[in-house]
Every structure is written in C-alpha cells, then in structure tokens.
C-alpha cells in the first residue's frame, strides 16, 4: 500500500512560473542541448500541415531557443546518429497528444498504444486481401519509401479517400512494424521498425501499467504542475488511467491557489523556485504550453482557440492567431502571413498598451528568423494602439 504524501500548497503565481519553467520559457534556454534537447524536454513536438511563418514542429523550438536555423531543426529531428551503424533516428512519429514527433527512448512506452490500435478497427477504410503483407514486403526488399513509392498515396483531395497502399502503410504504423525516418517534401518516409529502432528499445515490450506510469511521470514532468485532466490531455490518456497510477509515478500531490481540482507536481520542480528571465515570443497554436484551453485559462487567465478550421466569419482573431508570451504573462495574439519578404500581421490584439513593446519584439524577432526585411500591421483590435505599435516596430527596424 503507498504511504500517502504530504501536500505541497502553492500560489497560482508559483504554479505559473513552474509551468514556464517546465515548458522551457523561464531561465537560461538549454543551447547545449539544442532542438533535441527541447524535444526530450517537452516529450514531444506535435505535427501539423498547417505552415504560415513555419510549421509548427520548427516554431516549438524557435519559440524557445530563439532564431535556431530552419535547416538544423529538421535535421535534428530526423538526421540519425552518425556514430551508430546502423544509423538510427533520435526520433520518431506517433499518435501522443495528437501526430507528433517523439524521443526515440520513449518507443517502449508507447507499446500499450500499439497494442490498442491492433484491437479496433480504423476510419472504416478498406485494406484488400494482401495489401499489408505486400507494403512490408517491399519495404523489406527497397528500403524507406513514401506511400506514393509503395504504389499509391491520396486518390482525391479528400483525407479519408486512401488507396490500400497508404492504408496498409497507416495500419503498419499504428501497429509499429513500420516507423516514419523523415519528411521528404511532407510526406512521411517509412521503414520497417526492426530496421529503424535500435534493438534494445524494439524488444522493451513493457505491460500497460508500466508504459502508462511512465507517460504520467513525463506528463508530468513536462507540465511541472498540473491537474488529473491536464496531465491525461499531454498524451491523450484517459482519465482512469491517469487514476491507476499517479500514486505510484513518482508525482507529489500539491494545492494551487484558485484551482478548483487537485493537482500533482514534478517533484524536481518544487526544489528550488521558479526564476530567471522570461522569454518573449509568438506561440505556435500548436505549442504544448497551450495545448489545454482549460488549463491556459486557469494559468494565464487567456482564451486560446485554433480558428484555421473555423468558418471565416466566424473567426475572432483569426486564421492562425499566435499567442504572444511575455514577462511569463499572455499578452496578445498576431495573426500573421508572409508576402515575400514583409511580415503581413493581419491582426493584432493586445492587452492594453503595456503589451505593446513585447508584442513588437516579438514580431521583430519572427521576421528577422523568416528573412523578412518589413514588417505590415493590418489591423489592431483597439485602433487606438496602432500607431504605438506601428512606431515601435519602426524603431525596433531602424
């Protein structure tokens, strides 16, 4: 029987700072570590096609450690191990929070996942007699290939319109017989996971208690503080699950001021306080700091929503509007496009005058990390902080 914990009280203030600290936006960014120490940090990077400044996956480690190269970003996230023959990947794609890019290490805990998936049907799509066997077949005998090598990808523009080639591939996937290397113009890149995996992960199959309790603890971790639903949402557990186990993840029981649910808390990050200095950045929609619209409401009193699938007249603030994260606080959104080299903000709301600077700074910053020479406001919400803003940022270019 575990021996019930003390509980640690804190102020919504405290559990703020922890969770930028967790989430990598409070103190010195980790340089050593690069984009694959954000990866293995945050436990994972989710994918998305979506791409107006850059896609997602590049703007989760931009947003941390500032105007890291494009080029490196995918190359750490899919160049493999040049002192390992054969070359392995640091990572790999998977069904976590939603498709995302994982830690090669974390392969094993995903098992109870891949057990799931064999277990239920998916999307009702057709696999003809043989197609599976085939697509494993030459997989085997050609190595990497995309869906279109392995005879066939998308027949419409519809999703859900798969030739059998691509479901089978899919299925593979979700299975892990076959894991996706690299991009190659978007498209995934498949191998056999015998091939890709480095063999002592392959062959880790661990129970679903162990993989759950370990996803719970890196929940967790990458949160720094959160409640039951918070730390289910940050792989997609469910609840139940998360009850089955965090007793034992190695999670402390804690109060936050203004929660209404209890919570649970990285040990770690109640060692010393939050400090440092905050980072000042645009937000990919898709940023695991605002994956939750609960949770960010509860913590920085701010309604995030992705509008790019929302009807246009029905958008607020618009298409791909990206929070802007400033002195640990939300400050403002931009929604922002690129014509050539000017930086087109399409709309820009802001949290009084005071967010002003850090919402240009951020602009500035986003532009100069897009090679964009200019930057074009739109359309501001309060008219009367246009021109504030329009004058910082000539002064911010000059």
């Excluded at 419409?156 to 991009?183: F, H, I, N, P």
Aim: charged share 25%; hydrophobic share 40%.
């Amino acid at each position: 029987m575990t021996t019930p914990r003390p509980t640690t009280d804190l102020s919504s203030d405290e559990a703020r700072r922890i969770a930028l600290r967790a989430q990598g936006f409070l103190g010195a960014p980790d340089r050593r570590g690069g984009v694959r120490g954000v990866l293995r940090h945050l436990g994972a990077v989710q994918l998305d096609t979506i791409s107006v400044l850059a896609r997602s996956h590049e703007l989760v480690p931009y947003a941390r450690l500032g105007a890291v190269g494009r080029r490196p970003v995918e190359d750490a996230y899919w160049t493999p191990s040049a002192d390992a023959s054969p070359a392995r990947p640091h990572a790999f794609e998977y069904w976590s929070h939603a498709a995302c890019i994982l830690p090669v290490e974390e392969w094993p805990h995903f098992a109870f996942r891949r057990r799931a998936y064999r277990g239920r049907p998916h999307w009702n799509h057709e696999l003809p007699d043989g197609t599976y066997d085939q697509v494993l077949k030459q997989l085997r005998a050609e190595g990497p290939l995309t869906a279109t090598e392995l005879g066939g990808a998308k027949r419409t523009s519809e999703w859900w319109d798969w030739s059998g080639a691509k479901v089978a591939v899919e299925r593979a996937l979700m299975y892990g017989e076959v894991v996706c290397v690299t991009r190659r113009g978007w498209k995934r890149v498949y191998d056999l996971a015998e091939r890709a995996i480095p063999g002592p992960l392959l062959h880790d199959e661990l129970d679903d208690t162990e993989c759950l309790r370990r996803l719970v603890r890196l929940a967790g971790g990458s949160l720094g503080v959160g409640t039951r639903a918070d730390i289910a949402d940050y792989h997609r557990l469910k609840g139940e699950q998360v009850d089955a186990v965090i007793a034992d993840s190695g999670l402390v029981p804690v109060t936050v001021e203004g929660w209404s649910k209890p919570a649970w808390a990285d040990p770690a990050a109640l060692e010393t306080p939050a400090r440092g200095r905050h980072r000042t950045t645009l937000l990919s929609p898709f940023d695991s700091l605002v994956w939750d619209r609960a949770r960010t409401e509860r913590i920085f009193g701010f309604t995030h929503r992705l509008e790019a699938y929302v009807p246009k007249p029905k958008r607020v603030y618009g298409y791909f509007a990206m929070p802007v994260l400033a002195g640990g606080r939300l400050v403002g959104r931009v929604d922002p496009a690129r014509e050539g080299r000017t930086l087109v903000a399409k709309q820009v709301t802001l949290d009084g005058a005071r967010a002003v600077p850090a919402v240009a700074e951020a602009l500035v910053e986003a532009a100069r990390w897009v090679e964009c020479t200019d930057i074009r406001v739109e359309r501001v919400d309060a008219p009367a902080l246009r021109a504030p803003l329009t004058g910082e940022l000539a002064r911010l270019l000059a």
